[in-house]
T-cell receptor, first 115, second 114 residues
Framework: AQSVTQLGSHVSVSEGALVLLRCNYS??????LFWYVQYPNQGLQLLLK??????LVKGINGFEAEFKKSETSFHLTKPSAHMSDAAEYFC?????????????FGSGTRLSIRP | DADVTQTPRNRITKTGKRIMLECSQT?????MYWYRQDPGLGLRLIYY???????NKGEISDGYSVSRQAQAKFSLSLESAIPNQTALYFC?????????????FGSGTQLSVL
């Protein structure tokens, strides 16, 4: 069985500060890992994904995530937060070579940016 | 225009009523999904369809039914709505032609059951 745990339902950082959103996964087979972002009143959109090609994955809007197998983690980072980064972020896991119907989402982390 | 369109955006209904949420897409994808989002629980899969003749239950299908009227249309029905079905509902699509399937979401339907 697969699962993801997002540590912290709400994270608040100052504009210009480092953003760190934590995600740990559990998977008995090599995983695909995703970060999705949900801006207010919108659906989710893919931020980045890990598919075993490289452990450091770069996404849109300056975000990146590093796959660490030894720590079963896939934390999302951004060096300098912008006000426009305020949104809810979801970590997700699926099995390699499976369909999107097998994607398991975490409970989400709401990111707030202080001026 | 949005690639994945959900109607209505908001709906308030009473316990016991039958309601339908509709989803249409212009992405040409074969695969369509219905999710519900609850605070603190993330997204959970209700039903999914790989093509017009292929409908599958997801994690939480009880109390829901779906209809895939065409490749581009996938509707979700609550036969007899109950308050714990109050949630934000999302339709999504994916392209089976890619090895790792990316989901494309609509903007959601906020449903309140009184």
């Amino acid at each position: 069985a697969q699962s993801v745990t997002q540590l912290g339902s709400h994270v608040s950082v100052s504009e210009g500060a480092l953003v760190l959103l934590r995600c740990n996964y559990s998977s008995s087979v090599p995983p695909y890992l995703f970060w999705y972002v949900q801006y207010p009143n919108q659906g989710l959109q893919l931020l980045l994904k890990y598919t075993s090609a490289a452990t450091l994955v770069k996404g849109i809007n300056g975000f990146e995530a590093e796959f660490k197998k030894s720590e079963t983690s896939f934390h999302l980072t951004k060096p300098s937060a912008h006000m426009s980064d305020a949104a809810e972020y979801f970590c997700a896991v699926s099995q390699q070579y499976s369909s999107a119907s097998k994607i398991i989402f975490g409970s989400g982390t709401r990111l707030s940016i202080r001026p | 225009d949005a690639d994945v369109t959900q109607t209505p955006r908001n709906r308030i209904t009473k316990t016991g009523k039958r309601i339908m949420l509709e989803c249409s897409q212009t992405k040409g994808h074969d695969r369509m999904y219905w999710y519900r989002q609850d605070p603190g629980l993330g997204l959970r899969l209700i039903y999914y369809s790989f093509d017009v003749k292929d409908i599958n239950k997801g994690e939480i299908s009880d109390g829901y039914s779906v209809s895939r009227q065409a490749q581009a249309k996938f509707s979700l029905s609550l036969e007899s709505a109950i308050p714990n079905q109050t949630a934000l509902y999302f339709c999504a699509t994916s392209d089976a032609g890619t090895r790792e399937e990316k989901l494309f979401f609509g903007s959601g339907t906020q449903l309140s059951v009184l």
